[in-house]
């Protein structure tokens, strides 16, 4: 069986402020839906990154300034039944 994996990758000033977190989806459009949210989140968050966007798409986004960065990305990942 596989399950599309939205990742959430942070990095901050310091090391120990990075973080990763993921949540598993059924299909790929609920994937592209949760990388949305995230997304919106994170901009909403951190307004003044909307001037830092690197990448936008559907299945991968990357915004960074000097002091932070958050990428997500999609991944498909075979899982046992």
Do not use: C, Q
């Not at 997304?39 to 909403?44: A, G």
């Not at 300034?65 to 958050?70: A, H, M, P, T, V």
């Amino acid at each position: 069986m596989e399950v599309f994996s939205v990742n959430v990758r942070y990095e901050g000033m310091r090391p120990s402020d990075g973080y990763m977190a993921y949540n598993l989806y059924k299909t790929i459009d609920g994937a592209i839906a949760g990388l949305k949210s995230e997304r919106d989140s994170i901009l909403n968050n951190h307004p003044w990154l909307k001037h830092e966007i690197e990448t936008d798409e559907k299945d991968h986004f990357l915004a960074f300034d000097d002091s932070e960065s958050f990428e997500i990305d999609i991944t498909k990942e075979t899982v046992h039944e």
